[in-house]
């Protein structure tokens, strides 16, 4: 490999590793308000005079599978951002090797500490998005078993 074409393949795997960090933290800014604004307004439903109308199986079921939905969409992309998370280090390794070849735009891939990891500040961020979209269960579960006193 010459230099010029290990620089110019060093310079796009550093462009990737970019391009597929750029898309974890749009995820990260999303994922979580939208199962902290998902799972509240179901909560707060389950009190709204609308589903007040209607039969409390039928109220119930709706929130129990809108919360599932949620919850399995969070799963989901859970899952594609650990496929992410692989890429990324796939890349990080490619780039580690080409820096002994001289083609370095980003010295020390490979020396990078870290106290937490991204994946392991990821999956924390995906389960607590993931618990959040099952709190109106929980809230439908307790409003069950407690029954006001007259």
Known sequence: MSDLNSESVYKEICQNIR?????SFKLLNLVPLG???GGGLLTILQKNSLLQNSPPSVSAAAIVLLSLA???????LYIWELRNIQKCKWLI???ADLEPQGAV????WEEQTKTWSKTLAESLIYIASMFIWLIPIVMLR????VRPSH
């Open 93 to 95: 390794a490619r780039a």
């Open 142 to 145: 307790i409003g069950c078993c």
């Open 70 to 76: 949620g919850t399995i969409i969070v799963f989901g």
């Open 19 to 23: 391009e597929t960090d750029s898309i």
């Open 105 to 108: 735009q980003y010295k020390g």
């Open 35 to 37: 199962s902290t604004l």
